[in-house]
T-cell receptor, first 115, second 111 residues
C-alpha cells in the first residue's frame, strides 16, 4: 500500500485566495483525521470522519475552514479566504479502527504558506 | 479535552546511550501511543499500550504505563543517530476515536 497520500506537498498562496488540500487515506481504513501543526500550537486535530461522516469538527478554527469526504478514498480541506495565520503544516491521517483510538497512519503533510 | 504532556522537552545524548521521555495525562484513557516525527515528515506510530497493560517492548523501545499516576515513559535503548527526531505521546479516551497529542519531545543523538 502507498500509505496516506496528500497533495500538494507545498502550497504558497496570497492572502484571500482559496486553498484546497487533498487526502487519499489507506484503502480499507474507515476513519480519517485532519491535523494542523505549528511551532506555537503543536499538533491540533481539526476534524475527523468515521465512514465518511464528520464526527467531531470542534477543532476547525472558524467558518473559513471546511472539510468534506465524498467517498471512502478521498477527502478535502478547504480554506476560503486564506490568511497568513493559516500558515502551517497540515496532516491527514487514517485509521482502520472506528472506535477506541487506534493507531493512526499519517501522510507526509502539506506545507502551506500564506503571504 | 485531555492532552499528553511530554517531559523533558528536549534531550541531547551520545550515540549508544539510553534516552528516556515521560508523558503525563489528566483523564481516563483506553490506550496511550507513542509516535516519532523526523524533520519535515509525518508522524510514525511506534507503540501502543492499553490501559490494562503496564509495560510493552518493541525492539529497542520500552514503554511503561502507570494509570494510577496517569503517566507513561518511553525508553530508547542503545540510541543511534537515526533516532534523532521528535517523539509524541498521544492518549485515546474511551468511546472516542480522536487522539490527544502532547507537544512533543525533541531528541538529538550525537554520533
Amino acid at each position: 500500500d502507498a500509505g496516506v497520500i496528500q497533495s500538494p506537498r507545498h502550497e504558497v498562496t496570497e492572502m484571500g485566495q482559496e486553498v484546497t488540500l487533498r487526502c487519499k487515506p489507506i484503502s480499507g481504513h474507515n476513519s480519517l483525521f485532519w491535523y494542523r501543526q505549528t511551532m506555537m500550537r503543536g499538533l491540533e486535530l481539526l476534524i475527523y470522519f468515521n465512514n465518511n461522516v464528520p464526527i467531531d469538527d470542534s477543532g476547525m478554527p472558524e467558518d473559513r475552514f471546511s472539510a468534506k469526504m465524498p467517498n471512502a478514498s478521498f477527502s478535502t480541506l478547504k480554506i476560503q479566504p486564506s490568511e497568513p495565520r493559516d500558515s502551517a503544516v497540515y496532516f491527514c491521517a487514517s485509521s482502520g479502527t472506528s472506535g477506541g483510538g487506534g493507531q493512526q497512519y499519517f501522510g507526509p503533510g502539506t506545507r502551506l504558506t500564506v503571504t | 479535552s485531555q492532552q499528553g504532556e511530554e517531559d523533558p522537552q528536549a534531550l541531547s545524548i551520545q550515540e549508544g546511550e539510553n534516552a528516556t521521555m515521560n508523558c503525563s495525562y489528566k483523564t481516563s484513557i483506553n490506550n496511550l501511543q507513542w509516535y516519532r516525527q523526523n524533520s519535515g515528515r509525518g508522524l510514525v506510530h511506534l507503540i501502543l499500550i492499553r490501559s490494562n497493560e503496564r509495560e510493552k517492548h518493541s525492539g529497542r523501545l520500552r514503554v511503561t504505563l502507570d494509570t494510577s499516576k496517569k503517566s507513561s515513559s518511553l525508553l530508547i535503548t542503545a540510541s543511534r543517530a537515526a533516532d534523532t527526531a521528535s517523539y509524541f505521546c498521544a492518549t485515546a479516551p474511551y468511546g472516542n476515536n480522536r487522539l490527544a497529542f502532547g507537544k512533543g519531545n525533541q531528541v538529538v543523538v550525537i554520533p
